[in-house]
């Protein structure tokens, strides 16, 4: 324990011997806490000590023991530190999985938190302060998250007064070589990753993570991103770059519920060039400061100005729908190796895979996109 403490061989990444157990044999499961095509999250009680824990089960279809072992040292050798999830030395394989135990967090995540209009400001800034401790401790070991999101997020106070970082999967060596990274959410993504094409290696930095942090730091205070992609072939983010370049003295629609204190902030997080992009330590010069101007903030929607017309609403979510539609077919022919992976995963659960996923997220869309034509016209008549 005092050596992880330390931080004492935090590169030193060693092939851990596993056993194999039968997680029934010495577990109660208790609940599925979540469940995706890389990982099963399960609330468990272990029988011995009676000790409520959570099982990370990650499928061996999708990673190899090489990758896990990465996740587990560091997700363990992190966890000492206050605003980091605590990870037991607890680690092992079953017939599909490899899975080690990690601390129960009551609240869920971030992301079931963050409601439409975002957080009340004091709770942002208690989750800017507790993030960028947790970030700043990985950084002080040349460590990038690589994956800083909503989601990696987990509240354990409903005020926000303790709020922990996890999810170590894509964690590298500051300096090391990646492709961009499939599970990340594109608004999160910084533009020197997103202007990469497709299997394009890049040098991991810590300023990628700074980025990532400016984004959340917005979703919580808005409860929506500031835009779909951080690329010039987004109308929001050219809007952005324009401002921050000084090309003009217009605020961004989207930014203009914010004092000039808390922009100064998204300015140097967001930079576009992450060598002049604020280190993570930056943010607590801020934490004194209004972040949400209210008399602005008043006028003006998280998302968009107040009394915008439901017909730019539904274009705006419309160009959404056909973004994430033309992903989906521009990954296609990278996928398929891994979605025939996945297919004899699920197949070995007994689950058929033969429905046209595209096609029903296509028509949760269309049917979401009805749904606002036939609502907001009844909101505005009331």
Same mark, same amino acid.
């Given at each position: 324990?005092?050596?992880?403490?330390?931080?004492?061989?935090?590169?030193?990444?060693?092939?851990?011997?596993?056993? *194999?157990? *039968?997680?029934?044999?010495?577990?109660?499961?208790?609940?599925?806490?979540?469940?995706?095509?890389?990982?099963?999250?399960?609330?468990?009680?272990?029988?011995?000590?009676?000790?409520?824990?959570?099982?990370?089960?990650?499928?061996?279809?999708?990673?190899?023991?090489?990758?896990?072992?990465?996740?587990?040292?560091?997700?363990?050798?992190?966890?000492?530190?206050?605003?980091?999830?605590?990870?037991?030395?607890?680690?092992?394989?079953?017939?599909?999985?490899?899975?080690?135990?990690?601390?129960?967090?009551?609240? /869920?995540?971030?992301?079931?938190?963050?409601?439409? /209009?975002?957080?009340?400001?004091?709770?942002?800034? @208690?989750?800017?302060?507790?993030?960028?401790?947790?970030?700043?401790?990985?950084?002080?070991?040349?460590?990038?998250?690589?994956?800083?999101?909503?989601?990696?997020?987990?509240?354990?106070?409903?005020?926000?007064?303790?709020?922990?970082?996890?999810?170590?999967?894509?964690?590298?060596?500051? /300096?090391?070589?990646?492709?961009?990274? @499939?599970?990340?959410?594109?608004?999160?993504?910084?533009? %020197?990753?997103?202007?990469?094409?497709?299997?394009?290696?890049? %040098?991991?930095?810590?300023?990628?993570?700074?980025?990532?942090?400016?984004?959340?730091?917005?979703?919580?205070?808005?409860?929506?991103?500031?835009?779909?992609?951080?690329?010039?072939?987004?109308?929001?983010?050219?809007?952005?770059?324009?401002?921050?370049?000084?090309?003009?003295?217009?605020?961004?629609?989207?930014?203009?519920?914010?004092?000039?204190?808390?922009?100064?902030?998204?300015?140097?997080?967001? %930079?576009?060039?992450? %060598?002049?992009?604020?280190?993570?330590?930056?943010?607590?010069?801020?934490?004194?400061?209004?972040?949400?101007? @209210?008399?602005?903030?008043?006028?003006?929607?998280?998302?968009?100005?107040?009394?915008?017309?439901?017909?730019?609403?539904?274009?705006?979510?419309?160009?959404?729908?056909?973004?994430?539609?033309?992903?989906?077919? *521009?990954?296609?022919?990278?996928?398929?190796?891994?979605?025939? @992976?996945?297919?004899?995963?699920?197949?070995?659960? /007994?689950?058929?895979?033969?429905?046209?996923?595209?096609?029903?997220?296509?028509?949760?869309?269309?049917?979401?996109?009805?749904?606002?034509?036939?609502?907001?016209?009844?909101?505005?008549?009331?």
């Amino acid at each position: 324990m005092r050596n992880r403490e330390k931080g004492f061989g935090i590169h030193n990444i060693q092939k851990k011997k596993l056993d *194999d157990i *039968d997680i029934s044999s010495e577990y109660d499961i208790q609940n599925i806490l979540a469940e995706g095509s890389y990982a099963r999250i399960l609330l468990v009680r272990h029988r011995r000590t009676n000790t409520k824990v959570v099982l990370k089960a990650i499928h061996m279809e999708i990673t190899n023991e090489t990758e896990f072992n990465r996740e587990y040292h560091y997700s363990y050798y992190l966890s000492p530190h206050p605003n980091v999830l605590s990870v037991y030395p607890v680690a092992f394989t079953t017939q599909n999985c490899f899975v080690f135990a990690q601390e129960y967090a009551p609240l /869920g995540d971030l992301s079931g938190s963050v409601r439409a /209009g975002g957080l009340p400001e004091l709770q942002c800034k @208690r989750i800017a302060e507790q993030l960028s401790s947790a970030v700043g401790f990985l950084h002080s070991l040349k460590l990038v998250h690589r994956d800083l999101k909503l989601e990696n997020i987990l509240v354990f106070a409903a005020d926000m007064s303790v709020v922990k970082l996890c999810d170590f999967g894509a964690t590298v060596r500051e /300096g090391s070589l990646v492709t961009k990274h @499939r599970c990340t959410w594109q608004p999160f993504l910084p533009p %020197e990753i997103c202007e990469l094409v497709s299997n394009e290696r890049y %040098e991991c930095k810590l300023t990628s993570d700074c980025w990532q942090i400016g984004i959340i730091l917005y979703f919580c205070l808005t409860g929506c991103s500031p835009w779909q992609s951080a690329d010039i072939s987004d109308g929001a983010y050219c809007n952005f770059m324009r401002w921050q370049k000084r090309k003009t003295t217009k605020v961004p629609v989207q930014f203009r519920g914010f004092t000039s204190r808390f922009l100064r902030l998204l300015r140097r997080l967001l %930079e576009r060039k992450p %060598e002049k992009r604020a280190s993570v330590t930056e943010i607590n010069k801020y934490l004194k400061d209004v972040w949400m101007d @209210r008399k602005t903030s008043a006028r003006t929607s998280s998302c968009g100005p107040v009394g915008a017309s439901s017909s730019a609403i539904n274009i705006s979510r419309r160009e959404s729908l056909n973004m994430y539609l033309n992903q989906l077919d *521009d990954k296609t022919h990278l996928v398929d190796e891994s979605k025939n @992976r996945l297919k004899k995963l699920l197949n070995g659960y /007994g689950l058929e895979t033969s429905i046209d996923q595209k096609a029903i997220s296509k028509r949760v869309w269309e049917w979401l996109l009805q749904c606002d034509h036939q609502a907001i016209p009844k909101f505005e008549n009331v």
